[in-house]
């Protein structure tokens, strides 16, 4: 959830980063005109500074940040899908099979596909990808068809040994064969598969996906034979928590422009101070009006907005016991004011915060499909008392009682994250004006991943860092594992699988018709809000603070540059 590149996962930003957020309840300095703030309808999609390489100086250091140091660095792997790996860090040191355009349409980026040849034949969809042969793993191999299928045996689902961040897509395909040569890859699909390429946006080496124990746990450093690119990683420092990467000298394609890159692990307030005092050169995901005057002091700040596919959410845990009720949830939802925490939220940034609402778990406000299917769940504290009445909790003093037992939440608050701090502050009133008890549980944010694959919370908040494909991946946050599973998706943190659902999951997966897909998208949705699994609360416009002179790099809704184009303007 970071640099508002994208990935074909819908990623984790963690931390500030995903779990950034904004200053305390504070109400002051957001009274600039509504002109001068940002809608959803108004963001630019991309503020890159976008520059030729011809423009661009050789060599140089970009000290960017991250929210935490990965303590792996499988980006396939559940436990480390997060937006500082993939993509943040992808983007310079891993396969990024496709170049994402200012729209979000997907082309081959040469370096690794030379063409692309999709047929179907009855009703089955086969795709060929002529790989570049000059394209090699840092270990000196030719990248070929046997990597693609090693990712795939590791993604699909069918040995659940292996935990990837999803199936989705890896699931559709029958088989991955060598073509007329070993970099000729043919993927053959089950029915059509309109979203093929962000299943393939990235491919690992069959050396570290073989086995469930190497594809989970071999990764814990990064070994640079796994990786490919621009740039290769050098040094991880635990002490100061930075990772270092430098031109890789067995690439083939343009040089790079710089010579490193460090990646440093900040908090979100030290972030826009480093910046202002020139000690890192870009502030992304700047999230508090605090840190948007600090970064805006630095004297060569170029203050860099676009939208984003980030959005802020709740995930509810329904195997806990206070909320396993569909009853209590959908009450508890009535009685949360998310338009009041959004302004909360980005009080004093310039964004107008009622514009940036989302009503949708795929689709963002402005984006073809989108529409707002919250309306069960709007506001209205009274409908939620009487819900939870009716669901047998009467109120006794301050809250309700049923059986003898307080109705309390547990919600897990990412300590030194502004946002969850904040949206854990106003749940807690909200909740106490309908008699549901709220415990605010402090937890470290380098613990988040912990919790939520422990399902050890009530109520979490967090951001989800969607995809240029909001239909490819239902299944990854909202579905079963696989077809027919009765266990959820690993990052199914809810633990809900509904049956109409699943029902919609595969007629989405195959659908040609993008409009028909749309609709039968929508259907999910208007389930998922009635499940209660995750409450969207609003998504992100991105400010990125970069020096002026840094080319093809800021913020940006789907677009992603090149690692070796980036650098600073001769």
């Known amino acids: 959830m970071r640099k508002t590149l994208t990935t074909a996962v819908a990623a984790l930003a963690v931390g500030s980063l995903a779990l950034t957020g904004c200053g305390q309840k504070n109400q002051s300095g957001g009274d600039q005109n509504k002109s001068d703030k940002a809608t959803s309808a108004s963001a630019p999609l991309a503020a890159l500074n976008i520059k030729p390489r011809d423009q661009i100086k050789d060599g140089g250091t970009l000290r960017l940040t991250i929210t935490t140091l990965p303590t792996g660095w499988n980006p396939m792997q559940v436990d480390n899908n997060s937006v500082d790996l993939q993509p943040t860090i992808w983007q310079f040191i891993g396969v990024n099979n496709f170049d994402i355009a200012e729209d979000g349409t997907p082309k081959p980026n040469p370096n690794y596909i030379e063409s692309v040849k999709v047929d179907t034949k009855d009703g089955k969809q086969v795709v060929t990808l002529h790989l570049n042969p000059k394209a090699k793993w840092n270990s000196g191999r030719t990248i070929d068809y046997t990597d693609y299928q090693a990712t795939w045996k590791s993604s699909n689902g069918e040995n659940d040994k292996f935990l990837p961040a999803t199936t989705d897509g890896f699931n559709q395909v029958t088989s991955v064969e060598k073509g007329a040569k070993d970099t000729d890859?043919?993927?053959?699909?089950?029915?059509?598969?309109?979203?093929?390429?962000?299943?393939?946006?990235?491919?690992?080496?069959?050396?570290?996906?073989?086995?469930?124990?190497?594809?989970?746990?071999?990764?814990?450093?990064?070994?640079?034979?796994?990786?490919?690119?621009?740039?290769?990683?050098?040094?991880?420092?635990?002490?100061?928590?930075?990772?270092?990467?430098?031109?890789?000298?067995?690439?083939?394609?343009?040089?790079?422009?710089?010579?490193?890159?460090?990646?440093?692990?900040?908090?979100?307030?030290?972030?826009?101070?480093?910046?202002?005092?020139?000690?890192?050169?870009?502030?992304?995901?700047?999230?508090t009006k605090d840190g948007y005057e600090t970064a805006k002091k630095r004297d060569d700040a170029d203050m860099r907005a676009a939208g984003s596919l980030q959005w802020r959410h709740f995930t509810f845990n329904a195997k806990s016991a206070s909320l396993s009720d569909k009853e209590v949830r959908q009450a508890i939802v009535k009685g949360i004011n998310r338009p009041a925490i959004a302004k909360s939220d980005l009080a004093g940034l310039p964004v107008q915060a009622d514009s940036v609402m989302l009503g949708n778990h795929f689709f963002m406000p402005g984006q073809p499909g989108y529409k707002d299917n919250s309306g069960d769940f709007k506001y209205d504290p009274k409908a939620a008392e009487k819900q939870l009445e009716d669901a047998g909790w009467k109120k006794q003093g301050d809250y309700r009682v049923k059986d003898g037992k307080t109705l309390t939440v547990n919600y897990a608050q990412l300590t030194g994250v502004p946002t969850s701090e904040n949206e854990g502050a106003?749940?807690?009133?909200?909740?106490?004006?309908?008699?549901?008890?709220?415990?605010?549980?402090?937890?470290?944010?380098?613990?988040?991943?912990?919790?939520?694959?422990?399902?050890?919370?009530?109520?979490?908040?967090?951001?989800?860092?969607?995809?240029?494909?909001?239909?490819?991946?239902?299944?990854?946050?909202?579905?079963?594992?696989?077809?027919?599973?009765?266990?959820?998706?690993?990052?199914?943190?809810?633990?809900?699988?509904?049956?109409?659902?699943?029902?919609?999951?595969?007629?989405?997966?195959?659908?040609?018709?993008?409009?028909?897909?749309?609709?039968?998208?929508?259907?999910?949705?208007?389930?998922?809000?009635?499940?209660?699994?995750?409450?969207?609360?609003?998504?992100?416009i991105m400010f990125s603070g970069a020096p002026k002179n840094l080319a093809n790099y800021g913020s940006a809704t789907f677009q992603r540059t090149r690692g070796e184009d980036i650098g600073y303007v001769k």
């Not at 814990?220 to 420092?237: A, L, M, Q, R």
């Not at 890159?261 to 480093?274: C, G, H, P, R």
């Open 185 to 287: 890859v043919v993927i053959k699909y089950k029915a059509t598969y309109p979203d093929w390429t962000a299943t393939w946006s990235s491919v690992l080496p069959k050396e570290g996906i073989s086995d469930p124990n190497t594809f989970n746990s071999g990764w814990k450093t990064p070994n640079p034979d796994w990786f490919t690119g621009p740039f290769t990683p050098t040094k991880v420092d635990q002490a100061s928590k930075t990772l270092t990467v430098k031109r890789n000298d067995k690439w083939w394609g343009d040089k790079a422009k710089l010579d490193t890159v460090t990646f440093k692990a900040m908090e979100d307030a030290a972030k826009t101070k480093a910046f202002a005092n020139k000690e890192i050169d870009v502030a992304d995901t700047i999230i």
């Open 426 to 540: 106003l749940f807690k009133q909200d909740m106490a004006k309908i008699g549901v008890k709220v415990n605010l549980v402090n937890t470290p944010s380098s613990d988040m991943q912990k919790v939520l694959t422990n399902h050890s919370f009530d109520v979490i908040a967090f951001t989800w860092q969607g995809t240029p494909y909001p239909m490819a991946n239902v299944r990854q946050i909202y579905g079963a594992a696989a077809e027919g599973s009765k266990k959820p998706s690993q990052s199914n943190f809810s633990q809900i699988i509904d049956p109409e659902v699943e029902k919609l999951i595969p007629q989405i997966d195959t659908e040609m018709d993008v409009n028909k897909r749309r609709e039968l998208t929508n259907e999910a949705d208007k389930h998922i809000w009635d499940d209660v699994m995750v409450l969207p609360l609003y998504r992100r």
